[in-house]
Every structure is written in C-alpha cells, then in structure tokens.
C-alpha cells in the first residue's frame, strides 16, 4: 500500500516534504509521531494522529509512539492562545499509562520487523543539562529560524493587534528546540527518518529535520495529516459536555457511540474515511446507499460502529444500540434490564431524576400515589391528572404502558433502584429508590 495515496483519496493528507514519498518507496521507513501526557486519556482529536501511524503500519513501514514525557512539562504554543498549566510529575506518570493503554489498541507491537514501538523522551531529558542542552543543541539554530514559525509569531504579535493571546514565555519558544531534538535523537539512536503530526505541528517538525541537517549532516522527512475540523470550521473532538475521550470513564461508551451517531451527513462521509479503516469500494458504496434513504443514517451507523468497537469492544457497542432503541420506543423491558447502571444512567442523563426513599414506595398504595403526591408532583401535578393520562395510554413505567390508575406499585427496579417513566412520547423520567 502507498501511504500517500491512501492518505490522499482518505482526505487526511496535508503537506510533506520533498523527497518523502521517494524515501517510503524506497526502504521500509520508520516514523514517529509524539503524544504529549496532558490527561490520562486521548481523544477523538488524538485518534486522526493515531490513524496517521496505523496506515504507516499498514504500509509495511515502522511506527513509533513517543510518549513527551519531558515535553508534556513545558507545553506546546501550536494552535495555542494562552501557556498551559505544568503537571507534577506523579499526575504525568499516570497519563503517561493511560495513554499507553489506549495506543496498544490500534498499533500492533508484535508483527515482526515493523512491530510498533514505544518511547518516552524523558528517558534522554533526564539526564541533560540546562548547560549541555545550550551547548550541544541549543547553538545549531538561531533565533531567527525559531521566530519565523507561526506558533511564534501569532502569540508574540498578539498584544500589537488587540488580540486576547497571551505572550509567550521563554518555556513555550524552547519548546520547538526540545521537540527538535527529540527527531535527533530518534534519527541517531533509532534510524527514524519521517516525522508526523497534525497540520499545526509543522513549524515543529519541520525544525527537527533542520536540526538534523545541521547537527548531522543527515536527510529526514516531515508529513502532516489535516487538522480534522467539523462542518463549521471548528475544532474536531469536543461535545457539548467537552472532549470526546477515548477512556470509558471519561467518556461512557454509550456517549461515544452517540457523538458519532449524531454527526451530520457532510461530517460522516468526511470522517468514515479518516477513523475507519474500511476500503474506498465500502465507502463509497456505503456513501451510495445512504444518499437513497438518508434517515436511515446509514453512514453514521457504520462510522459509528466500527470506531466503537476498535475503541472500545464489541459487546459495549451492543450494548450502546440497546441503550439507544430505548429513546426511540424500540427497546423493551429485558432492553432496560440489561443495561449496565452507568449507561442506563448516561442513557437518561438531561432527564429528571426524582428520590423516593425505599420506605415511601414500599408504603406507595397505587401507581398514581406514586406518579404524584411521591414524586413531588414532578411527574404529574395532582392525582387526577395522573389518572386521565393513564386512561388515555399514555403512561409507561419501564417500558410497559400503565392500564389501571388504582393499580398496585409492584415494579422491577432496574439495578434494584431505578424505574423509567414515560409520560407522553417525549417525557422521561428517573425515579430513583433510595
């Protein structure tokens, strides 16, 4: 497989450097892409740039993963208007795990000669001096070089036009210098000639392959994949509630699977091409058959399927289309049984969510007791309103439709706690019974 040309008909290529394409073509090339520890988890954001590496894989050449174990304590200015808090060194450990986890998902560290590795560029920060940086490093580049780079130059140029940037410190602009030397170190240490990233790090790698014509002597590579976007031209990877993470605790899987189900058609027939790994025939016949019925979200449903089990598991996606035929009147009482309490929860998450103690719905004397004066007259102000609606059909608790107003309170509780109730088609309800 040719990186380019599977990047480019992917939409997910940007801008390489002369000679790149030449160099894959040539020899098994090994390339690296870095990964600063800023949270325990990567996001959706994160995953393109995953995607960059698994297609180098794919393509016979070598990935590496480095882990800026040393670079996460300073902070890249790229794409960045303000300097980010530093993290202690206990708190970058435990990202640094996390993010590891999540990247032996889709890279494959046992395959033989282009089996994935991963680095930590602490492990060679460690041990240098702020003196021997300067002197080893620091003198093979001017500072004329670092200013002409864009990252530099919007944020020191921020106060001359009004903008509400900041400045930037001596610790950001060194950061291209740092990063620069980790492309050195690797180039030496470990033959890596190509380096990757997302279209903002370009001014970063490509002061890397500087280093290492000056330092060296040596010829490297640079290619950057689009800056994923949505529709609107804003940043790929957040929902309303924030980032879209990877980890399961950040991000339920349940919620995971919506964000993508949600996606507009323009987003999905975009995105399936970059987060999947599904051929150019599928897609376009995917794509084909969306546009003949476009409600039945055939796009979304398969970009979504297919990034939900690689992220997570089969059995959450499962898990994920049961929680979601549940808004929509398709699932049934086993449906609301069989779901695990946080994504019962992350199902019903917006909606009310009313306590009754375990003594009060014990001594609840009929469902509409229940639906009114325990309740609080959330659900239904005064009992007589609570009996016409169940007269008229439209009242269900745990999915079945409520017949007898004076009947007994004699429900299942979900996870021996919870009860969904439905009033109406779109009202819903949590009674939790604590």
Avoid at 26 to 43: N, R, V
Avoid at 120 to 131: A, C, P, R, T
Avoid at 196 to 216: C, F, K, P, V, Y
Avoid at 224 to 231: E, M, N
């Amino acid at each position: 497989m040719n990186l380019i040309e599977e990047l480019r008909w992917r939409g997910m290529l940007h801008e390489f450097m002369p000679g790149t394409e030449e160099q894959l073509a040539s020899e098994m090339t090994t390339g690296y892409i870095g990964f600063d520890p800023t949270a325990k988890s990567l996001h959706i954001g994160n995953l393109a740039t995953i995607m960059l590496l698994v297609h180098l894989q794919r393509s016979g050449h070598k990935p590496v993963a480095l882990i800026g174990g040393a670079t996460g304590m300073i902070g890249d200015p790229s794409g960045k208007s303000a300097e980010r808090n530093l993290l202690s060194e206990d708190i970058l450990l435990e990202n640094q795990e996390g993010i590891k986890q999540q990247l032996e998902k889709f890279l494959d560290f046992n395959c033989g000669a282009n089996s994935a590795e991963m680095v930590n560029n602490y492990d060679w920060f460690k041990e240098f001096s702020f003196l021997g940086f300067l002197r080893e490093v620091g003198k093979h580049l001017t500072v004329n070089y670092m200013m002409s780079k864009d990252s530099v130059k919007k944020r020191l140029n921020a106060d001359e036009e009004g903008d509400r940037a900041e400045g930037l410190s001596y610790t950001e602009f060194a950061y291209q210098l740092i990063q620069g030397y980790d492309f050195f170190h690797l180039y030496k240490n470990k033959g890596v000639k190509l380096q990757m990233g997302a279209s903002d790090q370009w001014g970063n790698i490509t002061t890397g392959t500087e280093l290492i014509r000056r330092m060296d002597a040596g010829k490297a590579f640079a290619l950057v994949g689009k800056l994923v976007t949505k529709a609107d031209g804003t940043k790929f990877g957040k929902s309303e509630g924030g980032n879209v993470w990877l980890d399961p605790n950040l991000t339920s899987p349940y919620k995971f699977y919506q964000f993508w189900l949600n996606l507009s058609d323009e987003e999905a027939e975009k995105l399936i091409k970059v987060y999947t790994l599904l051929p150019q025939e599928e897609i376009e016949k995917i794509a084909e058959e969306h546009k003949l019925a476009p409600h039945q979200r055939l796009l979304q449903k398969s970009l979504a399927k297919d990034v939900t089990i690689r992220v997570h598991s089969e059995e959450d996606y499962n898990a994920a289309v049961a929680a979601s035929e549940i808004l929509f009147g398709k699932g049934d009482l086993e449906t609301l049984k069989g779901l695990k309490e946080d994504v019962l929860l992350s199902v019903f998450e917006g909606v009310p969510q009313i306590e009754v103690s375990q003594k009060a719905y014990a001594e609840a004397a009929t469902v509409t007791d229940l639906l009114s004066e325990l309740t609080g007259g959330q659900i239904f102000e005064s009992k007589g309103e609570a009996k016409r609606m169940i007269k008229n059909g439209g009242v269900s608790i745990n999915r079945e439709k409520i017949a007898d107003a004076d009947g007994a309170v004699k429900f299942e509780l979900l996870q021996n706690k919870y009860l969904v109730v439905q009033k109406g088609k779109k009202n819903y309800y949590l009674i939790a019974v604590n």
